[in-house]
């Protein structure tokens, strides 16, 4: 049985908002959380390198926005996001010319944008609770499952219109 093209957008972006909130339900369930008082529980996972620990992230990207008033929070983290994601599921379904790893692309960036705006609705903050440490030259910020389905998506657009063979036409 084939799978439908609009079926399979809806489940690739369900797909990654699930594993996100699953991921992020374990961890507030088992990982005591940071706070401006307490550090938090910091689970070393390889080292010091992938640490596991457990951040309420009140703003965006490496809490940018964390400290806006709460009108602008409103607009800017919770109604823009849930606009262009709107906009971009159904981009997603109506363009039919997009090839097989856009779709994927942008199904992975759709599901993870919904995860961390879900958060914010849901909990007046996204949980974030992976760091990445390879001894300073290469350090993350504390991201999350959500986190990672974005920029995997992005990396895919990037392969995309970098290395993908693009149909020439011929002209007479």
Do not use: W
């Amino acid at each position: 049985m084939k799978l439908s093209r609009t079926a399979g957008i809806l489940l690739l972006t369900a797909f990654n908002v699930a594993i996100d909130q699953i991921s992020k339900i374990i961890v507030r369930a088992n990982i005591v959380p940071r706070t401006k008082t307490d550090p938090g529980e910091r689970i070393n996972v390889i080292g010091d390198t992938f640490i596991m620990m457990n951040v309420e992230n009140p703003g965006a990207f490496l809490g940018m926005g964390s400290d806006m008033n709460p009108t602008l929070k409103l607009l800017l983290l919770k109604l823009l996001p849930i606009a262009v994601l709107v906009y971009l599921i159904y981009y997603i379904i109506k363009t039919k010319t997009l090839d097989r790893l856009s779709l994927i692309a942008l199904s992975c960036i759709a599901g993870g944008g919904i995860a961390n705006v879900f958060d914010r609705v849901v909990f007046g903050s996204v949980t974030d609770f992976f760091h990445l440490d390879f001894g300073g030259v290469f350090r993350t910020g504390i991201f999350n499952v959500a986190d990672m389905s974005v920029t995997f998506g992005m990396l895919i657009l990037a392969y995309v219109a970098f290395f993908s063979k693009k149909k020439k036409t011929q002209t007479a």
